[in-house]
């Protein structure tokens, strides 16, 4: 019974996990400040606490909201477009803010065609963001396969999870 009730909580955790926005917590190095910043299991709205709330010009490590894709896919699902402009906005109001862009794969295909397949995720990702007006010399990009999976799991929600672009600032 306990090991039921267990893998209960623990299902419908993971199921509330994709229901709901994170936050992310960085830490500046040079002045000891935090701030605050959002990620997010799928395109679920989430807050954005601005850099001049806290007295800061720019978050350095900020994550902000990721952006998931299907099987053997790079291209922008609304839910992801969705996601986008709310990065965009983020952007425009932290001007000297940069995001790195990383794309990552599920386990699935070999490691050559990941690499490729999450280098074209960041850079739809890029190119979606540079029409919204981000100017491109603020966004780097990088894949990284599959060599860093969000959910070490191998099967299909795990996998779904490691479909993405991750935006991290600097």
Not at 69 to 80: C, M, V, Y
Request: hydrophobic share 30%; proline share 1%; charged share 25%.
């Amino acid at each position: 019974m306990r090991h039921t009730l267990t893998g209960i909580i623990g299902a419908a955790m993971i199921i509330l996990a994709g229901c709901s926005s994170k936050s992310a917590v960085s830490t500046d190095d040079k002045t000891g400040t935090t701030g605050t910043g959002y990620g997010q299991q799928g395109a679920v709205n989430g807050s954005v606490v601005n850099a001049e709330d806290l007295g800061q010009k720019s978050i350095a490590g900020t994550v902000i909201g990721d952006i998931f894709f299907d099987f053997d896919s790079s291209a922008l699902s609304s839910e992801a477009q969705e996601q986008l402009k709310q990065n965009a906005s983020w952007l425009q109001s932290h001007k000297l803010s940069t995001v790195s862009i990383e794309g990552h794969c599920d386990e699935r295909g070999t490691d050559e065609y990941n690499i490729a397949l999450g280098e074209r995720r960041a850079e739809a990702a890029r190119s979606y963001l540079e029409t919204l007006g981000v100017a491109g010399n603020r966004l780097s990009t990088v894949s990284f396969g599959e060599e860093k999976p969000f959910d070490p799991g191998h099967n299909e929600e795990s996998w779904a999870k490691n479909r993405r672009d991750h935006f991290i600032t600097k």
